[in-house]
């Protein structure tokens, strides 16, 4: 589909990927963009509507999707990552990234897919990660809900292609965002991926590894656990 005069509801938009997407959107003349973050005020971003949105309350979400009855396009962005383990982290931890991670995409996927089909069909695009197709002990949380929202990704695609919906999964390594900020490795620019699940919208292809690494762990999936980490843990450990 155009972006060109599309009404687009970025969440998380306040800052990093989802600021990017908002800067992107307007360089390709969307027509209206709902601005969503969980405290409204911290939207920079001038000739957006700023909504109030934290993703993991059904009654923001509810309330967003009464405000935003035009939407076309939904671009679930949020996330958060709380460095946790899943076998030895808190268990509180490790549902607030699920909830955040897993369920926030769904209940949104939810509740805009209605509108979605009333506006045409329209496009859901999901930030997820190449921590979707491995973990790591310190990133076992964060992993787990990002292969969640891979399933949930796959599903949505299934279940809305009967009324037209395009539904498009963004996978990648680091990103050059304050969440990546003191890390030492090969990182994303934030225009690059943004830009490249824009294209994805536009194009109708329904999934983007935005990286090398993003390729390289996917290629490894049809491997037997043993060697897929092995080769893992050596890319990771530059040998």
């Known amino acids: 589909m155009e972006l060109k005069d599309a009404v687009v509801l970025v969440t998380g938009?306040?800052?990093?990927i989802g600021a990017e997407f908002v800067r992107l959107l307007k360089e390709r003349g969307a027509g209206k963009i709902y601005a969503a973050a969980r405290d409204e005020s911290s939207i920079q971003a001038d000739g957006v509507e700023p909504i109030r949105l934290d993703i993991t309350d059904r009654g923001q979400i509810e309330a967003a999707a009464r405000r935003a009855g035009d939407v076309q396009v939904l671009i679930n962005?949020?996330?958060?990552?709380?460095g946790t383990s899943l076998i030895g982290g808190e268990e509180e931890a490790v549902r607030r990234e699920m909830d955040t991670n897993f369920y926030g995409a769904l209940l949104l996927t939810r509740a805009f897919?209605?509108?979605?089909?009333t506006n045409g069909g329209g496009a859901i695009l999901n930030v997820v990660s190449a921590l979707s197709w491995?973990?790591?002990p310190g990133a076992g949380a964060?992993?787990?809900s990002k292969a969640a929202a891979w399933s949930l990704t796959d599903n949505a695609r299934l279940e809305l292609a009967p009324q037209g919906t395009h539904v498009v999964g963004v996978y990648m390594g680091l990103v050059d965002t304050d969440m990546s900020k003191g890390l030492e490795a090969p990182k994303v620019p934030v225009a690059d991926l943004a830009g490249a699940g824009l294209d994805a919208?536009?194009?109708g292809?329904?999934?983007v590894l935005a990286d090398d690494w993003a390729k390289f762990v996917k290629s490894g999936l049809p491997l037997d656990p043993k060697e897929r980490y092995e080769k893992i843990f050596a890319a990771l450990s530059g040998s």
């Open 201 to 203: 919208i536009e194009s």
């Open 13 to 16: 938009a306040n800052r990093g």
């Open 113 to 117: 897919a209605p509108i979605l089909k």
């Open 142 to 144: 964060y992993a787990a």
């Open 134 to 136: 491995f973990t790591l």
């Open 77 to 82: 962005n949020a996330g958060i990552s709380t």
């Open 205 to 207: 292809t329904q999934e």
